[in-house]
């Protein structure tokens, strides 16, 4: 439920060839963006066929979570002592 309502892809569309899905993404708009919060997409529930596409998708490229947490935490751990 986490990675739905915190989805940040904007997936264009999804296509299937060979038992694969190919996920194509869309063009961010990054003008409009203010806050890290604009960056949250609306998890494309439609394009998926399954429960099965579904849960693919939700785990499309998690492996980067870590890595952005990772740095929230280093910065918030060294208190702007970088720059």
């Known amino acids: 439920m986490y990675r739905e ?3 940040d892809k904007l997936v264009a569309r999804i296509e299937r060839k060979n038992g694969k899905m190919y996920i194509h993404e869309g063009v ?5 963006m203010i806050s890290e919060m604009d960056f949250l997409e609306t998890f494309p529930e439609s394009l998926c ?10 785990s499309h490229i998690a492996c980067s979570d870590a890595v952005a947490w990772l740095h929230e935490l280093i910065k918030f751990m060294i208190g702007g002592q970088y720059q």
């Open 5 to 7: 309502k915190c989805f």
């Open 28 to 32: 961010y708009n990054y003008e409009g």
């Open 49 to 58: 066929e399954s429960e099965e596409e579904k849960l693919a998708l939700l």
